[in-house]
């Protein structure tokens, strides 16, 4: 189906085609609206070079980026997401695309195929890791996102917690009140968490990085030829361009 743009959405092109480097919100498209190739006949008849246009439109499909947290300094969440122009959902090469996920992150997950997407998800207590492969107005987008704000939590009562119990035993040995104990021994717990989080995060974000390469590549790859061999003749038939067998 033909992405079709809001009136809010048109505005929107036209002022991120005049002043691409502005950083301007993105408007999700409810309504019917105007295509892509309505809006570039505009553009040709205000002066605007069609091509800003679809670099514009392309901006509407990327999402924003994801907000830190202010305990761990970095976002809970990472995604990597790319648009292979030009391919159908049809012809994403499904076995092959699964194989690669769960090679590379070594889950079996739960597969979804639709008419209109084609989707992997796996969890655990660190988190969830979602692949999608959707449709685009310019072919297939591929989105590779870990959602790991189950894994800050998870560390942080584990790795935290059992610095909270040897701090307090060895405050407690200070002759320190029970407020300072509990005071100190919570002072202690918080920064351990955060660096072991953020050694994990780096690991793991670094696999859906490959990942996510590893699937541009299958997405890119050439179809496979298919090599047509001619039928062997059957018995007592002479072959092809032959002269009887009999003198």
């Known amino acids: 189906m033909t992405r079709r743009y809001t009136d809010r959405e048109v505005s929107l092109i036209f002022q991120r085609a005049l002043e691409p480097d502005a950083a301007l919100p993105g408007f999700p498209s409810e309504d019917p609206g105007l295509s892509l190739d309505q809006i570039k006949a505009i553009a040709v008849e205000v002066g605007i070079d069609p091509g800003r246009i679809d670099h514009a439109a392309s901006g509407l499909l990327e999402p924003s980026p994801a907000p830190s947290n202010p305990y761990a300094g970095i976002p809970t969440t990472v995604q990597f997401q790319t648009t292979v122009e030009g391919l159908e959902l049809a012809s994403v090469p499904r076995h092959e695309a699964l194989a690669v996920i769960r090679g590379t992150l070594g889950r079996q997950g739960i597969l979804s195929v639709e008419p209109d997407s084609f989707e992997w998800k796996a969890r655990d207590p660190m988190g969830g890791r979602y692949v999608s492969f959707l449709p685009s107005p310019r072919g297939v987008r591929i989105s590779v996102l870990g959602n790991y704000r189950d894994g800050f939590f998870t560390t942080l009562l584990s790795v935290g917690g059992a610095f909270f119990v040897a ?58 030829q298919r090599i047509i061999e001619a039928p062997e003749p059957s018995r007592g038939e002479s072959p092809p361009g032959g002269g009887s067998a009999e003198g």
Do not use: C, N, Q
Not at 192 to 207: G, N, V
């Open 167 to 224: 701090a307090a035993a060895i405050l407690s040995g200070a002759g320190l009140g029970p407020a300072g104990i509990l005071l100190g021994a919570a002072a202690v717990a918080l920064i351990p968490p955060r660096f072991a989080y953020r050694w994990w995060r780096k690991r793991e974000d670094a696999t859906m990085a490959a990942l996510h390469g590893r699937l541009l590549a299958l997405l890119k790859e050439p179809p496979p």
